[in-house]
């Protein structure tokens, strides 16, 4: 059960967009539209921010949209602001003997 | 609105066995398969195990040996033990409740959390 590969870190600058990618494989991303990504602040908890590959949970700004091609999930995060700054992860389904895959986590610093 | 409340053991010694309990207020518990998840220091999240309200379990293979995860649904609780520990398991530890995936495509993913609990193993 290999993680996700995320970028390590990426950054931008206030009103810019960013794309943090997460790779998998046929049998977890590839298999099922079912990548959630979390954001997680320093010493909190991780917060979902997009569950089904595309969807937003009530609350969640619209400047954050999901994706998937292949085996590749993407999160886009728009209109960068300040309170973005923090670590985010993509998480897939993998199958009901090896149920969940995380990635290895993204640095995003808003310059 | 509903709440994870964890607590447990913060600090023991190699061999020794983790234990971590969850509860869940306001809202089903029988809906919903209910998750362990740990974070070591500086490091990224790793699925521990799942249950839901009948008790049947599933764990992350590199963990199966060592994991046990039980639920007392008289009290909307949930609850974790990591037998053996060394100081790799030194990692925050959290709760999380997970939407199941469906035949029809939708869900698999954790809507809510608990605080986390830090655990630390040393020899």
């Known amino acids: 059960q290999s993680a996700l590969t995320q970028p390590a870190s990426v950054s931008g600058s206030p009103g810019q967009s960013i794309t943090i990618s997460c790779t998998g494989t046929?049998?977890?991303?590839?298999?099922?539209?079912?990548v959630s990504w979390y954001q997680q602040h320093p010493g909190k908890a991780p917060k979902l921010m997009i569950y089904?590959?595309?969807k937003r949970p009530s609350g969640v700004s619209n400047r954050f949209s999901g994706s998937k091609s292949g085996n590749t999930a993407s999160l886009t995060i728009s209109g960068l602001q300040a309170e973005d700054e923090a670590d985010y992860y993509c998480c897939s389904y993998a199958g009901s003997s090896t149920s969940w895959v995380f990635g290895g986590g993204t640095k995003l610093t808003v310059l | 609105q509903v709440q994870l409340q964890q607590w447990g053991a913060g600090l023991l010694k190699t061999s020794e066995t983790l234990s971590l309990t969850c509860a869940v207020y306001?809202?089903?518990?029988?809906?919903?398969?209910w998750s362990w998840i740990r974070q070591p220091p500086g490091k990224g999240l790793e699925w521990i195990g799942e249950?839901?309200?009948?008790?049947?379990?599933n764990y992350n293979p590199s963990l199966k040996s060592r994991v046990t995860i039980s639920v007392d649904t008289s009290k909307n609780q949930f609850s974790l033990k990591l037998s053996s520990v060394t100081a790799a398991d030194t990692a925050v530890y959290y709760c999380a409740r997970q939407v199941r995936p469906t035949a029809a495509g939708t869900g698999a993913y954790f809507d809510i959390w608990g605080q986390g609990t830090m655990v630390t193993v040393s020899s």
């Open positions: 306001g809202g089903s518990f029988s809906g919903y398969y």
């Open positions: 089904e590959g595309v």
């Open positions: 249950i839901n309200h009948s008790g049947s379990t």
């Open positions: 046929s049998s977890d991303v590839g298999s099922y539209n079912l």
